[in-house]
């Protein structure tokens, strides 16, 4: 669900310094935020702000969680595939700030250093592109990052 809000409200960017991701969206989506900031701990839950008449909470991942949650998760499922524009943007990212990223070139890690805790796509049969039946994919993703956090 993180991966499909991320394409449709996220944004793939930094400061300048470093790399991150945010996602800002009204208020009336709270119980939304409140799951994410539970199933993931690592980012953090800014707001509410009020501005030009806007009410908006904010969700912001930066640092190692980036690093070395949200890319490899990202990695496995946010492909050009998926969406072209949100694929884009994100590999712009990790360019941009590869060096935050601890992937020179932009690269994925090579072998363990890839976390195999969110490798998302490892036991996904993947199906002829005419095919994909993106619920079944979702939840199985999602059955393994479950299973894999023990919850």
């Not at 969700?59 to 998926?82: F, Q």
Request: with cysteine.
């Amino acid at each position: 669900m993180l991966v499909g809000l991320l394409i449709g409200e996220g944004h793939f960017g930094g400061d300048g310094r470093q790399p991150q991701i945010t996602l800002r969206m009204h208020v009336r989506h709270a119980p939304l935020f409140h799951w994410i900031q539970q199933t993931f701990p690592g980012g953090k839950l800014y707001g509410p702000y009020n501005h030009d008449g806007r009410s908006y909470l904010q969700w912001m991942a930066r640092g190692s969680y980036l690093r070395d949650v949200l890319v490899p998760l990202l990695d496995g499922c946010l492909t050009p595939e998926l969406d072209a524009k949100s694929a884009e943007r994100y590999a712009q990212m990790k360019v941009r700030y590869q060096r935050r990223l601890g992937r020179p070139n932009g690269a994925e890690p090579a072998g363990p250093a890839r976390s195999a805790q969110f490798d998302v796509t490892a036991d996904v049969r993947q199906e002829p592109r005419e095919e994909v039946n993106n619920t079944s994919r979702a939840t199985q993703i999602f059955d393994r990052i479950r299973r894999d956090q023990g919850t």
